[in-house]
């Protein structure tokens, strides 16, 4: 009810099955099992990328982040940060298109006096290391 009212019956869906994909359980047509109320309530990060963008994306994504900062079996904060980032750029491109978000990262570099963000093969987004560390 609290997902519905915040983001919509279409959304809330998509994350409840985004919630039992990722947590490899069983949908039913009963009560929602446990698992699945705190991954809905507690708006797991992954299961609203899979929502948003579709667990294909997402993975991907999520692979290419693990191999930049580490082998893990869970997602680092940075790592986190890394698939969100993508994310951003994605929005830009779409809302915006290429020119405008590269003109966008030189004025935010010029600000803050660093690199600017480097955008990479397959819409990579890489932070300069004196932002993501």
């Known amino acids: 009810a609290v997902c519905t009212k915040k983001y919509g019956a279409e959304f809330c869906t998509k994350l409840k099955n985004s919630c ?8 039913t047509d009963g009560p929602l099992p ?9 708006e797991n990060w992954l299961a609203q990328c899979y929502a948003k963008y579709g667990s294909k994306r997402c993975s991907e ?8 900062y580490s082998k893990t079996s869970d997602l680092t904060e940075s790592e986190k940060e890394c698939v969100k ?28 006096r660093l690199p600017a963000p480097r955008l990479r093969a ?3 987004f890489s932070m300069p290391a004196k932002l993501s560390d």
């Open 122 to 124: 397959h819409f990579i």
């Open 34 to 42: 446990v698992s699945i109320s705190i991954c809905i309530s507690s």
């Open 85 to 112: 980032s993508h994310n951003a750029v994605i929005l830009c491109r779409a809302k915006h298109g290429n020119v405008f978000c590269e003109k966008l990262a030189a004025s935010c570099s010029m600000v803050l």
């Open 20 to 27: 039992f994909e990722i947590l490899k359980v069983k949908a």
């Open 61 to 68: 994504w999520r692979e290419i982040c693990r191999d930049r």
